[in-house]
């Protein structure tokens, strides 16, 4: 599981060869399956049924509007928007980008092919809370039916953004940073062109936040 306060994901999504079925999402889930949770088949994308979750998800199936749409709670729905002038179905591999601040999610489609892009913004809220958790596992879900596809996933990356803050406190600064982001340390070097780093070790938690006291 990732932290999931704010963070930047991307990925290459491509129907191969163009006007399959049905499609994929980009999940955040906390389902007790954990990373095995599988939704249903067809127009479910993969993601039907999985629960707590959230998702956009990119819809290739021209009965129900190629385009995109956000889900929650394992539910999927028609009709999807379009995304013009980028089209997901087209069999050109798309760039995808998503971005959370902690409260609005910003998907960007870009394709280099046909060098079009499109943005658009979802007001989700607190991520966290709705996924009962600071951490959710990150992925993909997808699904054909009656009509066949290959959709395929590649380049993907995804960078937790954490806040750090660091006050004075007589001769020491106190560096804080959330408890829930799980596997980063802090650093410290005397040469920023040095290329040597020194993990400071001394961290507890007060609250939710990692502290180390640094002189």
């Known amino acids: 599981p ?8 991307s990925f290459t999504y491509q129907d191969i060869g163009g006007g399959g079925a049905d499609g994929i999402t980009f999940c955040l889930q ?5 990373a095995s949770a599988l939704g249903g088949g067809g127009g479910l994308l993969g993601y039907s049924g999985i629960t707590p979750s959230a998702a956009v998800a990119l819809n290739i199936y021209a009965n129900n ?23 997901v179905a087209s069999g050109d ?39 009962g958790a600071d ?9 054909d039916g009656g009509t066949a596809s290959t959709q395929q996933i590649s380049n993907f990356s995804f960078t937790p953004l954490a806040a750090m803050s ?4 007589g001769n020491t600064v106190v560096i804080s940073w959330p408890a829930g982001i799980g596997g980063y340390v802090l650093q410290t070097t ?12 001394g961290a507890t938690i007060v609250g939710s ?3 180390v006291v640094v002189s």
């Open 2 to 9: 990732m932290y999931i306060h704010a963070f930047r994901a």
């Open 166 to 169: 660091a006050r004075p406190a």
């Open 209 to 211: 936040q990692y502290q």
């Open 93 to 131: 591999a798309i760039n995808v980008n998503v971005n959370y601040d902690g409260n609005t999610l910003t998907m960007i489609l870009t394709d280099p092919t046909a060098a079009t892009s499109y943005t658009t913004n979802f007001s989700v809220g607190q991520l966290w809370t709705l996924l």
């Open 30 to 34: 906390n389902s007790s399956a954990g």
């Open 135 to 143: 951490s959710a596992y990150v992925g993909f879900t997808g699904a």
């Open 65 to 87: 509007i190629v385009g995109y749409k956000y889900v929650t709670g394992g539910i999927v729905g028609t009709p999807y928007t379009p995304s013009t002038p980028v089209n």
């Open 190 to 201: 005397t040469n920023l062109t040095s290329g040597t780093w020194t993990t400071v070790t």
